[in-house]
T-cell receptor
């Protein structure tokens, strides 16, 4: 089967660092993706990991451990505009090239 | 380059009717993916089209169907609408040698 788990909600304050975890169990694995989705808008692509390790892109970093079926998204120097849902998705070759999404983590950033 | 486009933005239908949603990928990109985002369920994969053919479908009943046209735009049809079909329907494309998918703005379908 396919299962992707993320915390439902997280809260943090401006300027802080937050880590959003994602665990996955899929039949196959061909990459893990993180998307950001503001309320009422479409998801926007943040990062892609296919090999173990950390990928850094500005204030956002994403980590992958394939042996543990685990990833996290790290957001530094949080800003109010980072309040959004963060979606973890896996590409499972069994599903072709479609993405299998978790239910998302809603992050609220307060001042 | 222009992004993925979808129409209409909003669609209101009554139970039992049919809905047609449209998507145009970025020019030259041949793959189109359809996803449903219902409240509390997250994004769920519906259909994948590439080069005019249906390549894969998610765990949805046959009343969800679609097609891809020669210009790679795509249409999603939902027949015999049910209340639980109310959701945001997102179209995504993947092309240019990328692995990630880029989403259109979505169509909000409301079934009353």
């Amino acid at each position: 089967g396919q299962n992707i788990d993320q915390p439902t909600e997280m809260t943090a304050t401006e300027g802080a660092i937050v880590q959003i975890n994602c665990t996955y169990q899929t039949s196959g694995f061909n990459g893990l993706f993180w998307y950001q989705q503001h309320a009422g808008e479409a998801p926007t692509f943040l990062s892609y990991n296919v090999l173990d390790g950390l990928e850094e892109k500005g204030r956002f970093s994403s980590f992958l451990s394939r042996s543990k079926g685990y990833s996290y998204l790290l957001l530094k120097e949080l800003q109010m505009k980072d309040s959004a849902s963060y979606l973890c998705a896996v590409r499972d070759p069994q599903a072709g090239t479609a993405l299998i999404f978790g239910k998302g983590t809603t992050l609220s950033v307060s001042s | 380059e222009a992004g993925v486009t979808q129409s209409p933005t909003h669609l209101i239908k009554t139970r039992g009717q049919q809905a047609t949603l449209r998507c145009s990928p970025i020019s030259g990109h041949t793959s189109v993916y359809w996803y449903q985002q219902a409240l509390g369920l997250g994004l769920q994969f519906l259909l994948w089209y590439d080069e005019g053919e249906e390549r894969n479908r998610g765990n949805f009943p046959p009343r969800f169907s679609g097609r891809q046209f020669p210009n790679y735009s795509s249409e999603l049809n939902v027949n015999a609408l049910e209340l639980e079909d109310s959701a945001l329907y997102l179209c995504a494309d993947r092309g240019g040698g990328r692995y990630e998918q880029y989403f259109g703005p979505g169509t909000r379908l409301t079934v009353t």
